[in-house]
T-cell receptor, first 111, second 113 residues
Framework: KAGVTQTPRYLIKTRGQQVTLSCSPISGHRSVSWYQQTPGQGLQFLFEYFSETQRNKGNFPGRFSGRQFSNSRSEMNVSTLELGDSALYLC??????????FGPGTRLTVT | AQSVTQLDSQVPVFEEAPVELRCNYSSSVSVYLFWYVQYPNQGLQLLLKYLSGSTLVKGINGFEAEFNKSQTSFHLRKPSVHISDTAEYFCAGGETSGSRLTFGEGTQLTVNP
């Protein structure tokens, strides 16, 4: 079974731009969650989607948004990028909270 | 879990020595608890999980953890570490009725020859 894939793996953007990250879950998984990892704040929950509906949301500004498609693939978008948005963005797919598999992440650098 | 605290940010240890990475959690509801490992430039790999039942949980790569409800702890142990165990380890928890994980700050385990 293929694992969780995230594209792109690395990204460099300029302040003020927007970015879209993609996550393809393990086949059969309907839940996709996104986390931000930074040296200062650690791992923080962004949001979770289940069957195309946002089921849970973390404490992030509205610049962070996401969606899920009918094939369970998910995208997250960050608008008006700030330097502090530089982070590793991790996607996890699973059957529930008790079984979550993480992808390799997308490393976003904002200059 | 509403909060997860890892008590050591860095743990240096010699090869073949035992190691314990400490994790405490705080929650007023039932929780699931997990340990993940992260190697450089990679995502998170699940080591083990406690959902219910036996408080001693065995995971991959020879790791095990013990759930202690009275002390609200979930410490990770390995009787003999290898150089290849050098990585960052994260304790995480989530309410059984929820859909998000709360992570601890991470513990960098460094195994020296």
């Amino acid at each position: 079974k293929a694992g969780v894939t995230q594209t792109p793996r690395y990204l460099i953007k300029t302040r003020g731009q927007q970015v879209t990250l993609s996550c393809s879950p393990i086949s059969g998984h309907r839940s996709v969650s996104w986390y931000q990892q930074t040296p200062g704040q650690g791992l923080q929950f962004l949001f979770e989607y289940f069957s195309e509906t946002q089921r849970n949301k973390g404490n992030f500004p509205g610049r962070f948004s996401g969606r899920q498609f009918s094939n369970s693939r998910s995208e997250m978008n960050v608008s008006t990028l700030e330097l502090g948005d530089s982070a590793l963005y991790l996607c996890a797919s699973g059957l529930g909270l008790y079984e979550q598999y993480f992808g390799p992440g997308t490393r976003l650098t904002v200059t | 879990a509403q909060s997860v605290t890892q008590l050591d940010s860095q743990v240096p240890v010699f090869e073949e020595a035992p190691v314990e990475l400490r994790c405490n959690y705080s929650s007023s509801v039932s929780v699931y608890l997990f340990w993940y490992v992260q190697y450089p430039n990679q995502g998170l790999q699940l080591l083990l999980k406690y959902l219910s039942g036996s408080t001693l949980v065995k995971g991959i790569n020879g790791f095990e953890a013990e759930f202690n409800k009275s002390q609200t702890s979930f410490h990770l142990r390995k009787p003999s570490v290898h150089i290849s165990d050098t990585a960052e380890y994260f304790c995480a928890g989530g309410e059984t009725s929820g859909s998000r994980l709360t992570f601890g700050e991470g513990t960098q385990l460094t195994v020296n020859p």
